[in-house]
């Protein structure tokens, strides 16, 4: 259980880095990539970590951070003496462990290079395949690459190619306006060129395809077609006048299709000169619907436990802090909080096995959340340990909603191996005061409480009261 606490916790750092790195606007690109890689070595502790571009059969690296003198961006290589073609066949992560004992011995790339670790996923850019993002070894990895690790590596794909896809379309806007007219219709962003009046008098094939219009419909009309309502037209106006007036812009908006769903762009918009004293806006525009909805899982998964999709300990200790100023603010706010540990957990994953463990986590975090109201917070803190913040509720109320959670636990039963197991829980709580300096305190109070409620014949309520007295 450690360890898959320990592998989460260093996915989670990792996602971190990587939502900090993308944030950064004062490095370029390539160094943004590359600080990319670090962050994937790192966490795969491999030594070689490469994003390539792949064209026919030749495999450029574009971007690497490999130990000095190995490897250097630009370098080509044939694309088929490398893990990478196998990668692209399959179309999804190709994870080796230890080369010569897998289905890949004899590979090109291990003959070739001597590389016996791999892991690496396809990179796309606008739905194409740009290339891969692959991390390498040749050493074979100490740990078996399990779901999480794939799913990560998939997470770094789709991250390298939505930055990608960001800045390409940022290069485009520093295109001049000869080049404008030569890449208009094929550009991979779409390009919607307004006049003062707001009417459209050019829309290129991208961004046809993204709002579900024909070029003619949208010729016919003006932007007012794809605005979601009033509101969001005088502001756009807003910002249509601004980049007339020669001021770059940069906005995210939200755009309404013919025949599907809102779609959230990144527009980018420049004057553009469309005849003798009058100037119009040129709009680069990107779909970064799937972008955001990626970050927004990436940071879901940062405060998330992956076993149970409860709050992690790091997050729940923050939201615990939050409570606690909001308590010393008011002096009169009470809250309550309780920590569970599921009695005789080591025995169970010892009789029954890991799998079956997790399974009674998982039961047991779905009882606490059949018993949440909106406001209250949850979170796993530990193996079989979890914790709960009941705001504005007295000890009274907390202890009566405790043991009822006890009893929902002793009543329910698992079956594992055609054998019905029941688990007990102790419980311990106490009231959040405004002398808790922090959230150590509190731990270490409920704490006791819970030791007093193991120590008393477990599956059973107690509490610790001495934070009440102010």
């Not at 960001?166 to 520093?174: C, G, I, V």
């Amino acid at each position: 259980m450690l360890d898959k606490l320990e592998i989460v916790e260093r996915q989670n750092n990792a996602l971190q880095k990587l939502n900090e790195i993308a944030s950064i606007s004062n490095i370029n690109p390539k160094e943004t990539l590359r600080q990319a890689l670090i962050v994937g070595k790192e966490y795969y502790g491999l030594e070689f970590a490469i994003v390539s571009h792949i064209v026919g059969e030749d495999y450029t690296i574009e971007v690497q951070s490999s130990p000095t003198e190995t490897l250097y961006d630009g370098q080509l290589f044939a694309l088929g003496s490398t893990y990478c073609k196998t990668t692209l066949e399959i179309d999804d992560v190709l994870a080796i462990t230890d080369v010569t004992k897998s289905k890949y011995v004899g590979h090109p790339c291990h003959k070739e290079f001597e590389l016996v670790s791999y892991i690496g996923a396809p990179v796309r850019v606008n739905g194409i395949v740009y290339g891969t993002i692959n991390f390498s070894s040749p050493t074979a990895r100490h740990l078996e690459y399990d779901d999480i690790d794939i799913e990560f590596m998939r997470l770094l794909a789709r991250w390298a190619g939505a930055f990608l896809e960001r800045q390409f379309a940022l290069d485009e806007l520093s295109l001049t306006k000869k080049r404008f007219e030569l890449i208009f219709e094929n550009n991979a962003s779409g390009i919607l060129v307004v006049d003062e009046n707001r009417s459209i008098i050019m829309a290129n094939k991208r961004f046809c395809e993204m709002i579900g219009y024909s070029k003619n419909e949208l010729l016919e009309g003006d932007v007012t077609i794809f605005h979601t309502s009033k509101k969001s037209s005088e502001i756009f106006q807003h910002h249509f006048i601004d980049a007339q007036k020669g001021s770059i812009r940069k906005l995210e908006y939200e755009l309404k299709p013919k025949n599907s769903k809102n779609i959230l762009c990144e527009f980018f918009g420049s004057p553009i000169e469309l005849s003798k004293n009058s100037f119009g806006v040129v709009w680069s525009i990107i779909d970064i619907t799937a972008q955001k909805e990626l970050q927004h899982e990436l940071e879901k998964q940062a405060i998330t436990d992956y076993l149970t999709g409860l709050y992690n300990r790091r997050y729940f200790t923050n939201r615990l802090e939050e409570e606690l100023s909001r308590i010393k603010r008011s002096q009169k706010t009470v809250s309550s909080l309780l920590m569970f540990d599921l009695d005789k957990f080591k025995l169970i994953n010892d009789t029954f096995g890991h799998l079956t463990g997790d399974t009674v986590l998982r039961e047991f975090a779905n009882i606490l959340k059949n018993n949440l109201r909106k406001s209250d917070i949850i979170g796993r803190i530990g193996g079989e340990e979890f914790a709960m913040i009941l705001p504005d509720t007295d000890l009274e109320s907390a202890v009566i909603l405790a043991d009822r959670i006890r009893e929902d636990v002793a009543a329910h039963t698992i079956t594992a191996d055609w054998k019905q197991i029941h688990f007990t829980v102790s419980i311990g709580l106490t009231s959040l005061s405004c002398n808790d300096n922090n959230s150590d305190s509190a731990f270490s109070r409920v704490d006791d409480a819970l030791y007093k409620a193991k120590k008393n014949g477990r599956n059973r309520v107690e509490y610790n009261v001495l934070s009440s007295i102010s």
